[in-house]
């Protein structure tokens, strides 16, 4: 029997990769890298693939802009896709690329200026390790210090997502130096694994330093020791929030079990309340918000496309029939995209 493919925003090695395979394991699944994610979306849509995943928010810099674009389907290209589970990942960001170039702090580089030789320096009070906390989320310091000398590095190549999520150490370290956005963070590591010059840097994982054969230049650089990605499991299916679209390892749920929902739809902004009118149709119903994001509909300037999670349980599903009838009444329009079994805890702890 042929394995089932799942499309994953790639190169091998980045962050969704590594989601995927804790879901998607090698002996029941073929796992195929794809260069954006927009291209997982259009295999999705066109049955080129079963599954698809995709990096969806952070903890620390928020949702991811592209994904959110692509969910908002602005030409209605992708009216088969909905979200059939979601997976968290820990992510812990290094700093790669070559330690071998390491020009006196007294001899500029000579292909740098010679004031971009010279690494900033540091307060006593920003050299230590500083762990943000709920009373100082915005500690003086990044967590870590590089292991190696950084003055040759001119160029810094990640994902916008991974340099949003190590401003704290980039800003200290290596403030003014070039940062290059690319597609993912393996991408990034593939790239500095081409580069000649050995000058460039990539913010990617462990994994990758391995694959791409580049040295560790400084280990768990993001802000937050508690930085954690989720990824959505898209899957090609039914259009009605009727449908019931949970992941294989979810067999025998127990009773209690909660599940998440995301709506996406409009209002019209020339009526006074019409957001107001839609949100409280969920306290209405009794289902938790959990987030609320926006994005430009694109359709005119300031009108905007917004999406919300909730929260329900198994045997909510009349309830969120009942929403859904509702938020026809008070919205332009409203998209079902799915509701799974949520794998999330709260920051209270409860899962």
Known sequence: ????????????????????????????????PRMTIKDVFEAVQSSEVSYGVVPFENSTNGSVVSTLDLFADRQSQYPDIYVHGEAYLDVHHYLLGYDSIKPSRSQPH?????????PIPMSESESRSTTPTPS??????????PLTDLSHVQRIYSHPQAFGQCEA???????????????????????????????????????????????VLAKGIEDRDDNTTRFFF????????????????????????????????????LS????????????????NLTSIYSRPSRV??????????????E?????????????????????????????GVRSDGVQ
């Open 1 to 32: 029997m042929a394995k089932k493919i799942v499309a994953y925003l790639g190169p091998p090695s980045s962050y969704t990769h590594q989601a995927a395979l804790e879901d998607f394991k090698e002996d029941e699944f073929l796992l195929e």
């Open 110 to 118: 000579p292909d740098k200026p010679a004031d971009a030789s010279i």
């Open 136 to 145: 100082t989320p915005h500690p003086s310091g990044p967590r870590t210090e």
């Open 169 to 215: 150490f980039l800003s200290t370290y290596l403030r003014g130096v070039d940062r290059q956005e690319v597609s993912s963070t393996s991408k990034a590591a593939q790239i500095v694994s081409e580069d000649r010059t050995r000058t460039s840097a990539a913010i990617s994982s462990k994994v990758a330093a391995g694959v791409h054969g580049l040295d």
């Open 234 to 269: 898209l899957r090609r299916g039914p259009r009605g929030p009727d449908a019931r679209n949970l992941t294989g390892n979810d067999v025998g749920v127990l009773a209690g079990q909660k599940f998440k929902t995301l709506l996406v739809f409009t209002v019209n902004h």
């Open 272 to 287: 006074a309340g019409a957001l107001a009118d839609a949100l409280t149709v969920f306290k209405r119903c009794d289902l």
């Open 300 to 313: 005119r300037p300031w009108h905007y496309i917004f999406f919300v999670e909730f929260e329900r349980g």
């Open 315 to 343: 045997s909510d599903g009349g309830r969120l029939n009942e929403a859904m009838r509702m938020l026809q009444g008070v919205t332009e329009g409203c998209r079902w995209y799915g509701s799974w079994r949520d794998r």
